[in-house]
Every structure is written in C-alpha cells, then in structure tokens.
C-alpha cells in the first residue's frame, strides 16, 4: 500500500479563456467578508462583484502586459490564481488568491516560498502591494517582508533577497 501524502500536489498552468468563470467565483470568494456587511440583495452582490471582478481582470491585463497569469493547481484541480510580472529589477506578485477551502492551511507559505525561492535565484526583491487589514500580511512579515512605502489602503511591501 502505498503511503498517503500530507500535502497536495501543487501545480500552475497558464489562464485561458474559459476560466474566467473560475476567477469571477474566486475574486467574489476574497471580497464575502465585506460583502456580508452590506444591505444588499444577493442579486446586487453578484452583480457588484462581477462589475469588480471584470475591472480587475481588465486593470491587470492593461497594466502588466508581460504578466504571468497563472492557475493554482492543487492536485491537478483549480485552487487559486497566482498573477507574477518579472521585471528586471523586481519580481512584482501582482495578485494571489486562493479559494476558501485551501486558505489557512499552509499553502500561501508553500507558494510564497517558490516565489521567494525565485527572487533569491536571480538576486531580486519580491514586492507586493497588501491592504493593511489583509490576514495574509501576518505571512508576509514572517517571510521577511517589510512596508517600504503606502498608498491609501495598500501597503507595498518588500522581500529583499539579499537581506533574505
């Protein structure tokens, strides 16, 4: 008998039209906490968050045309969304997301190392732009992140490899 794993396998592949669905779902899944605090109708959040989700999805593909957009794949099955932009000078995390069920279960750790990992490689920082009240910033500083400068809600936050 073969040994059970512990932990999924993770794996990536490239976003394609027909996952935008996937993502709409996901994108609405980061924003139900909000989302439970308005009056509105479920009719008026769904609408809401596809609006948002369709900004977004537009506002990324426009400012980082180089992006690598990625699917989360936990074994082998849609989990998240990984979006990287490599620069010459920076590794920018654009966005991670991951639905529900996988978050607080150690997988943005799993994640957030291999990107580490990268930046090490090639003797970049690794910076992300975090809203100050996101429980995914706890993460950050204990992977060595710190705040180099703010902008309204958004921290923009930096791994250095050469300090990491």
Sequence with gaps: MAPERSQPEIGFRPIEPGDKPFLCQLYASTREEEMAATPWSKEEKK???????????????????????????????????????R??????????????????????????????????????????????????????KRLGFRQIDTNGVYHLMEWDAAAG
């Design 87 to 140: 620069r010459a000078d920076e590794i920018r995390l654009v966005d991670i997301a991951l639905l529900p069920r996988h978050r607080r279960k150690g997988l943005g750790g799993r994640l957030m190392t291999g990107v580490l990992e990268e930046g090490r490689q090639a003797g970049k920082p690794v910076r992300i732009h975090v809203e100050h009240n996101n429980p995914a910033m706890r993460l950050y």
């Design 47 to 85: 609408r809401f968050l596809d609006f948002q989700f369709e900004a977004q999805y537009k506002f990324y593909a426009e400012q980082f045309p180089h992006g690598d957009f990625q699917i989360i794949l936990l074994d082998g099955k849609p989990a998240g969304r990984l979006y990287i932009d």
